[in-house]
């Protein structure tokens, strides 16, 4: 009797378990079937939901896979999209962060420099070490915006070699003191007397056609600046830049020297007529340019001397450019001719004008010296 009683309580106890267990299964099997619904519903509607919005030019991309992530922070993203869904003609385009202008002392400079011409230089090695300059020999700053735009001008003639090395070291200069440039070389043409003046009134006009410039640099292909912080732009009276050549003892030969590398605004240059176009060979024209400043109201300003120190490439006096008799009366006259010789009264002929990787050539012909009166 009594294990009859206790094989029934078992049996009892069975059933209640395995009554339980069903009641389980079947609680387990109705939250599964609910919550794998809802998710199913949720991926639906935001499968109709994109179809629509692609109708609309519109796409929006959920990370299902997001550890963590519940329907309610999946709502949440769409209602923080869904507003900027708007009609085309209430678009408003995303705006564009301003370019910074460009310091006025640039951080990049590096102070004085190390220049020698030992080293062997090709035009294909000055390309190398300059990606960034564009063809024409022009580059602008990427990460700021330059306030003024620069021509560099220089009068040329069988200098091939000389180029290289002003190329090799005035790119990497210019392009550290943020300088919105271009370089143009201005080739004289024939044998003839050489005129460095005029062919810088040249350049001055034909780097107006080929852009619009507000400061132009005047240099000589053989000299070298032997510090960045002698920066290559205009100021608010014209520029004397090389005021310390190694050829001087790195002094000014003299108060009214403005020979070398020089800077003028269009406003400046304009306001004296540009350069004398009848200095032929060497000598005079840039005490002539400096007279003809002030005459005109203005004044020469330079850099410190420690900063504006040059060197120069050393080299025979070119053929064709020997020293010109007439510089020191043309000089004293300089009141009297500076509004009837200069860029008012320019002509001359282009017979190439090429963009290479590193500058711009303008090839020109400029004519010949008047014959020099005889004297008996």
């Given at each position: 009797m009594t294990r009859l009683m206790l094989g029934r309580t078992l049996e009892r106890i069975c059933k209640a378990v395995l009554l339980l267990c069903l009641v389980h299964f079947v609680i387990m099997m109705i939250l599964y079937f609910d919550v794998y619904s809802q998710r199913f519903d949720q991926i639906f509607s935001r499968f109709n939901n994109g179809r629509n919005a692609s109708r609309n030019g519109h796409h929006y991309?959920?990370?299902?896979?997001?550890?963590?992530?519940?329907?309610?922070?999946?709502?949440?993203?769409?209602?923080?999209?869904?507003?900027?869904v708007r009609p085309e003609g209430n678009h408003t385009p995303p705006t564009t962060k301003p370019i910074p202008p460009c310091p006025e002392i640039p951080p990049g400079l590096v102070g004085r420099l190390l220049i020698e011409f030992a080293s062997q230089m090709t035009m294909e090695r000055v390309q190398k070490e300059n990606p960034n300059v564009?063809?024409?020999?022009?580059?602008t700053p990427p990460d700021c915006r330059a306030k003024q735009k620069v021509a560099i001008i220089i009068p040329f003639r069988h200098r091939d070699?000389?180029?290289?090395y002003w190329l090799h070291y005035l790119?990497?200069?210019?392009?550290?003191?943020?300088?919105?440039?271009?370089i143009y070389i201005i080739t004289q043409l024939g044998e003839d007397t050489f005129n460095r003046a005029k062919l810088l009134n040249v350049g001055y006009t034909e780097a107006l056609k080929d852009a619009e410039y507000d400061c132009f640099i005047f240099s000589d292909v053989d000299l070298i600046p032997m510090d960045d912080r002698n920066l290559y732009h205009c100021y608010?009276?014209?520029?004397?830049?090389?005021i310390a050549m190694d050829k001087f003892g790195f002094r000014l030969p003299y108060a009214g020297y403005f020979g070398g590398v020089s800077g003028l605004s269009k406003k400046q240059f304009l306001k004296i007529n540009g350069f004398p176009n009848e200095y032929w060979g060497w000598g005079g024209e840039d005490?002539?340019?400096?007279?003809?400043?002030?005459?005109?109201g203005m004044k020469v300003v330079r850099p410190d001397v420690?900063?504006?120190?040059y060197r120069m490439i050393k080299h025979e006096r070119d053929k064709h450019n020997e020293p010109n008799p007439q510089r020191f009366n043309k000089i004293q006259n300089t009141k009297n001719t500076m509004k009837r010789d200069g860029i008012s009264t320019l002509t001359y002929r282009v017979l190439q004008?090429?963009?290479?990787?590193?500058?711009t050539n303008i090839s020109v012909e400029i004519g010949k010296p008047p014959p020099r009166p005889f004297r008996g």
């Open positions: 991309y959920y990370n299902l896979s997001r550890p963590n992530a519940t329907f309610a922070s999946y709502l949440a993203t769409a209602d923080q999209l869904l507003p900027s564009t063809e024409g020999g022009k580059y070699n000389h180029l290289k790119h990497p200069i210019l392009r550290r003191q943020k300088i919105d440039y271009a608010d009276q014209p520029r004397h830049f090389a005490d002539d340019i400096y007279n003809r400043i002030t005459l005109n420690r900063i504006g120190r004008f090429k963009k290479y990787p590193l500058y």
